[in-house]
């Protein structure tokens, strides 16, 4: 068994026009929001709801390295992520070939990135009418979003689409409704 995580990065900033997207930093409620996340990591395990990541491959993005920051604050512990340039603005094929390149002794790896990417990834792994969870990573995966998929095999070259199961699907909001969508 492997278990895969994505984590979309934070709200971020586009208040400075001629900033290149890749720079673009987090504003304040993505700031929050990330260490809302990491504190809901802790907190899960304690209660052994998820396992400590193994892996953790990011895009080198501004926005991905402060959400990382903010994680590792909330959850009270480094992250020690490698940074990998193909995942920024991924497609899902691409992200599929990055996790078929996990080290076989990695069991539960974090993947930080962007959307269309990993919510593409997150649809084509988990197959369709396997629960609510599910249903609305189909309908949005917002920002600071965390899913955790666990998948039946025993490498990661096994990753292929369809068979992960989607075990967490935790929102910002859902976690504190100041951290939803403005209204």
């Known amino acids: 068994m492997k278990t895969l995580t994505l984590l979309r990065h934070a709200k971020s900033g586009y208040d400075d026009p001629l900033l290149r997207d890749f720079d673009r930093p987090l504003n ?3 700031r929050r929001a990330a260490v809302r996340i990491g504190e809901w990591l802790r907190a899960a395990r304690r209660r052994g709801d998820m396992p400590e990541f193994d892996h953790v491959a990011a895009s080198p993005a501004v926005r991905c390295r402060q959400t990382i920051e ?3 604050q909330g959850l009270g512990q480094p992250l020690a992520p490698i940074y990998e340039k193909r995942i920024y603005l991924s497609s899902s094929a691409t992200l599929v070939e990055l996790v078929a390149g996990f080290a076989a002794h990695h069991d539960h790896a974090l993947l930080v990135g962007h959307n269309p990417g990993l919510e593409d990834l997150l649809l084509e792994l988990v197959p369709p009418g396997s629960g609510a969870a599910r249903d609305q990573a189909e309908i949005k ?3 600071a979003t965390l ?7 025993e490498r990661w070259a096994q990753v ?4 992960a199961a989607l075990v967490h699907f935790i929102r910002p909001r859902d976690l504190d409704p100041s951290l939803g969508p403005d209204d």
């Open 28 to 30: 304040d409620r993505g």
């Open 70 to 72: 903010g994680v590792e």
């Open 141 to 143: 995966y917002p920002t």
């Open 147 to 153: 899913a955790r998929l666990d998948l039946d095999i």
């Open 160 to 163: 292929d689409g369809g068979h």
